[in-house]
């Protein structure tokens, strides 16, 4: 009888996600050699060649697509199954996979998951963080049923939920002496100012690199982090400014440790918060009441004025 033991459909899986053998080895927290092996078995049991490996990584063969497509169908057929008992079971247990921008973290567990985990409390959740482009990737994949990005790009594989426009905005310290810059702050003004900038990839950190190609300008980039709570801790220290949508320090504004500064620079006022799913993929009814909550309850999805 045709079988795939469930190590090796995940180690395939999980290296088809990531391009590398040794990214899918520390997502499963395994041995590469232990992936390796996997793979070997089951193409010595199928009898064909399932993965092309090579310097920049590997990719599937024209087989290896055919099983990754069983095996996500097969995926979705017990999601869907799981779905329907989660219905009658009246939603009192599941787990439920979210990729968060970093950006996102703290609106989601301050006003999204306390809430929705007091009406749910049997719900487990696995939360993803990353960059936008890692974002994309998770719900792409199917390795999350749900995405919270900044600046995400439009894709025919993703269906979006729903999409508030949040402008960048300089962030400083009110005890710095940047603190009285008027507003809107130009192009020229923003030059003059040390930043803590986020790296490409990053959405706010894709809209700057296209704000100075547009405008021939180039900021003091201070400091350049992948990690939110450098650019904060920068602000709050004094040393300069940031620039991030204001609901990514909701909590940070209310206790008056930072204050915002509106811009007036085209490129960086048609930012967006999304959240989205991958379309075509029937969620769980718990997924799909989670959408529905977040975009009711995050302050993300609250349209700035």
Known sequence: MFKIETAQAASFLVICEEGSIRSGAERLGVEPSTISRHISA??????ITLVERGRKGVRP????????????RQQSDQETLLSEFDELSGMRRGELVVAVGDGFISDFIGNALTTYKLAFPGFTYDLVSGSTDQVLHAVRTDRAHIGLAYNARQERAIRTAAQVKQPLEVLVSPTSQWADL???????????????L???????GDMIREAEGVHGARLQATVQSNSLAVLRNFVREGLGATILPAFVVTREIADKTIITKSLDIPELSKG??????????????????????????MAAFKQSN
């Open 42 to 47: 089951l193409e010595s049991s199928l009898n």
């Open 61 to 72: 063969t024209e087989a290896g697509n055919i099983l990754l497509t069983y095996l996500k």
């Open 182 to 196: 008027s507003q809107p702050i130009t192009m020229e003004q923003l030059e003059t100012l040390p930043c803590a």
């Open 198 to 204: 986020l790296k490409s990839g990053f959405g706010v």
């Open 272 to 297: 967006e918060a999304s959240v989205f799913t991958r379309a075509g993929r029937r969620l769980p009814e718990g997924a799909t009441r989670l959408v529905d909550h977040v975009i009711r309850s």
